[in-house]
């Protein structure tokens, strides 16, 4: 598609507050006339959007938030498109690009992605150092990917001994696939390995704890949750989980 346009940011706003957000993302926002995004993300950026023309929607819009985003980018606006934590880590970058393909919109000069914290990072960092060595991010969500690929995914991280992020590990109508996945994990490692569980990183109702794989689903995980699971390398005193890198061996 041939067309006068401005630009469209897609802005990783990071996994909580205002403090957060890199600069490169406060000034992607900043520099905005339009700012789409899911409506829970867009509260959570309101003193930035004061000003700006906002189109937010629920949960399930994502195609519409992203053709939106482009159709005002194409109207020669500049448009800031979030999402939480990282724009390219389970967020709006590779629909938006996926979409401006199939419009031929010349994407290179139109389109910036704009990097931000993922949420597992800050998970991490509020536990200790987890992440000290190789590891892997799965989401449990079966929305868009058939479990039978997800399982596949779990078993050779668990096989693998690489830590594990999970992502979407758990909904209201969604309970068994965090069990499938301990069972997995289980397979491979001690019941003991530490296991952190992080619910609104850096939010106000943050909060986070430190158990093992054998325990961890008396805990509460839901949809705002991050779950990592240590490898055959990581240990917890119980105030720091840290996953050792050999420096001290």
Known sequence: MKAKYGKLFVVGI??????EMTHHARKAIKSAD??????AYIDLIAPLCSGKVVIASGMGGEVERCEAALREALLGRTVALISSGDAGIYGMAGLV???????????????????GVPAFVAAAALVGAPL????????????LN????IEKRIDAAASGDFVACLYNPRSTNRVQQLEKA??????HRSPQTPVAIVRNAFRDDQKKVITTLDAMLSQEIDML???????SETESDGRWIVTRRGYLQ
């Open 132 to 143: 000290m060595n190789d590891f892997a991010s799965i989401s449990l969500s079966d929305l």
């Open 225 to 231: 949750s991050i779950v990592i699971i240590g490898n």
């Open 182 to 187: 301990r069972e997995i994990f289980l397979k």
């Open 97 to 115: 690009l996926e979409i401006a393909q199939a419009k031929n919109v010349e994407f290179p000069d139109a389109i910036e992605i704009v990097p």
């Open 146 to 149: 058939a479990w039978e690929k």
């Open 14 to 19: 990071g996994p909580g507050s205002l403090d």
């Open 34 to 39: 339009v700012i789409v995004g899911y409506s």
